[in-house]
């Protein structure tokens, strides 16, 4: 369920009953003929979707993200690191404080990986919640079946080309274009990268079918629903070699 469809007396009354959450993040930036929002609308859907059956508050997406290297594209928006690091702290004491011992973090954007550093640290400095963050796109499940279909697949390209990240009117072109050469892009500042990748997409098929991204999609929002399912780091499953 949407936090936006909530009141706060309706979240004290869930925080009754269970204390999972979800906070997706994503990215404002490029992402050649798709929608600029990509990376937020797609890390904010697959969190709704698998939350639905669980009756999981999601809380509204952080749309901005780490992308310096695509800031020669106009639409672009970048964090500091230092900043993302920041609001993901931010975020995480605030529902930590309301009583969020569970919380998922929907990564939709490569870039964001230091909050991959800024979540153990949080968690460093705590033993009552635990933090669990999931890259929708690259979770084994998922990220195997599109490496089944185009093993180049990668940003911009058809698996982030869903009825719901396409423009209208907008057409694509009907090529496959081949992956960039990470290593040279990694040394190019925005403007040279903005030349060398063009329009943008990474590599791969423009798009494919609406059944095979569905099939895709399908995937992906039960291999988010199970990192919600468990297990969390308090779970009884769990057992260690360290004195407690
Ligand atoms: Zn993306």
Redesign the pocket.
């Known amino acids: 369920m949407r936090v936006a469809d909530l009141n706060w007396m309706q979240m004290e009354e869930y925080l009754g009953r269970d204390d999972r959450a979800i906070v997706p993040i994503g990215?404002t930036e490029q992402?050649a003929y798709l929608s600029l929002a990509?990376?937020s609308i797609?890390s904010e859907r697959v969190a709704l979707e698998a939350a639905e059956p669980l009756g999981i508050p999601v809380f509204p997406v952080l749309p901005y993200g780490i992308t310096p290297t695509f800031l020669a594209f106009p639409g672009t928006i970048s964090l500091r690191v230092e900043t993302f690091v920041r609001v993901i702290h931010d975020i995480l004491d605030s529902l930590d404080q309301a009583g969020f011992r569970r919380i998922l973090v929907v990564n939709?954007?490569g870039g964001n990986q230091p909050a991959s550093s800024a979540i153990a640290e949080w968690m460093s400095k705590t033993s009552r919640t635990t933090i669990r963050l999931h890259n929708w796109w690259n979770a084994p499940k998922t990220l195997a079946f599109v490496q089944g279909i185009d093993p180049t697949s990668s940003?911009?390209s058809w698996m982030?080309n869903l009825p719901w990240t396409r423009l209208a009117d907008v057409p694509m072109p009907d090529l496959r274009k081949p992956a960039i050469d990470y290593p040279l892009y990694s040394t190019l500042h925005p403007k040279a990268a903005r030349a060398y990748v063009g329009d943008g997409n990474f590599g791969g098929d423009y798009q494919r079918s609406d059944a095979e991204v569905g099939a895709m999609w399908d995937i992906a929002v039960k291999e988010t629903r199970a990192m919600l399912e468990g297990p969390w780091g308090r779970d009884s499953t769990i057992r260690t070699n360290l004195p407690s």
């Open positions: 990215s992402h990509v990376d797609l939709g954007h940003h911009a982030e």
